[in-house]
């Protein structure tokens, strides 16, 4: 049985989980994962899957908080949602089959792409008005839920990783509102990966409910702050967490 002092302990991570992960629009999962290995020795599944019962919570509370401060179209949406079920649990199935130390590494490489991708700096000239947003077109919407439910399944972070950067990039969307968006897509694929990830017994349900417990106690706090603080200094918090997580992961390996 776990002690009354590993609750405490737990329960205080989530809810410094769930404050980071909602004003970063990634549920906390980003910063859990390599948490979970350097502080209880789990292997990468483990920590995936347990990271995941904070996850899934987080990230459908996170997504009713920004929606109500920039409401999501969610008839596309959910048409994205629906596609990233079948990805989602088709990567979750493939993730829990691979060796751990591989996993490990690979989701290490991929936050550090990610981090160069997103804070690659901008050309725009200090003074001139950001660009104008575009529509997302709905006959993408498809693809970006299979990509999102990809990399909700295979790592568990969520597919913000991969979609906040391209609505941000690609269709000049604010930080706060692709946010929004991303949170909306990963919902559906969270809860798959986590019954997926649960089916194979790599959760440890002792850790991770504590986790959730505290995340979904902090998460809308978070999604408070990301409305309050600046857009450039949001996402350079953002990138920081990626190539913080990656070294901290490479370093220590699997």
């Given at each position: ?21 909602g004003m970063l629009g990634i549920g906390g999962g980003l ?191 978070g999604v408070h702050l990301a409305h309050t603080l600046p ?20 370093a220590t390996g699997a």
């Open positions: 049985m776990i002690s009354l002092i590993d609750l405490a302990l737990n329960f205080g991570l989530g809810a410094s989980l769930g404050l980071a992960g910063i859990a994962i390599p948490v979970l290995g350097l502080l209880y020795g789990m292997n990468q599944h483990l920590a995936q899957g347990t990271a995941l019962v904070m996850i899934a919570p987080n990230v459908a509370i996170g997504f009713w908080r920004y929606h109500q401060k920039h409401p999501v179209d969610l008839r596309p949406v959910a048409l994205a949602g629906l596609c990233s079920i079948g990805s989602a649990w088709l990567a979750a199935r493939l993730a829990v089959g691979i060796d751990a130390q591989l996993l490990h590494y690979a989701f290490a490489l991929f936050l550090l792409a990610l981090a160069l991708y997103f804070g690659w700096p901008s050309r725009r000239k200090t003074g001139v008005p950001p660009p104008p947003e575009k529509p997302v077109p709905r006959r993408l919407m498809p693809v970006i839920g299979v990509a999102s439910g990809v990399v909700s399944g295979f790592f568990t972070i969520g597919g913000g990783m991969v979609v906040v950067p391209a609505l941000v990039s690609l269709f000049k969307m604010s930080q706060t509102r692709a946010q929004g968006m991303a949170l909306a897509l990963v919902v559906p694929g969270a809860f798959v990966a986590l019954a997926t990830y649960g089916h194979s017994g790599a959760v440890d349900w002792q850790v991770g409910l504590p986790l959730a417990l505290g995340g979904v106690l902090t998460v809308s706090w857009q450039r200094l949001l996402r350079m918090a953002f990138c920081t967490v990626l190539v913080g997580a990656a070294v901290a992961m490479l």
